[in-house]
């Protein structure tokens, strides 16, 4: 049966072949990092889970992670309140609702963990905008050189939801 659960130590091999697979599709909404090792990645999940922080990942019945949403807490008091979030589904299982799914879950633990308000930075042109606004998120600012790709500037959007 696939799952929606929280990652553990011992995902790490399988959550850096997700994470390659879609780094290897040089999409131009994907930062591109080298892929870690298992090792790095390993350091990765106990980073975010030490830091008040989740990692929600999509599970198939054999195992195989096809999708990831990591959470991270803003770690001042002050700013504690609020989260962003990153995620990635393999190109073979997207518009099959599972970064919907992982949203929605996305939600639930900051409600459950008291985070108030939950967002994203996303370049402008990703096609995913659509799916965070059917969920309720708004853009609250754009960054004209949010990132740059081949020595142009793109613009990056700042999308939030509130969580009640």
Not at 84 to 100: A, D
Request: aromatic residues 6%.
């Amino acid at each position: 049966m696939e799952r929606i659960r929280k990652i553990k130590t011992g995902d790490a091999e399988e959550l850096r072949r997700l994470y390659g697979s879609v780094v290897n599709e040089e999409l131009p909404y994907i930062l591109r990092n080298s892929v870690p090792s298992v090792e790095e990645e390993t350091r990765f999940i106990q980073s975010v889970l030490d830091n008040d922080g989740t990692i929600l990942v999509y599970e198939r019945e054999n195992g195989s992670l096809i999708g990831m949403l990591t959470i991270n807490r803003m770690p001042h008091p002050q700013l504690s309140h609020r989260a962003s979030f990153g995620i990635s589904v393999s190109k073979s299982h997207r518009s099959q609702g599972i970064g919907e799914s992982l949203i929605q879950h996305a939600k639930v633990w900051c409600k459950d963990n008291g985070i108030s308000q939950l967002s994203l930075e996303v370049l402008a042109s990703n096609p995913a905008i659509s799916l965070y606004e059917r969920l309720g998120f708004v853009v609250i600012g754009e960054n004209s050189m949010g990132i740059k790709l081949e020595k142009e500037y793109h613009p990056v959007l700042t999308m939030a939801v509130p969580i009640s």
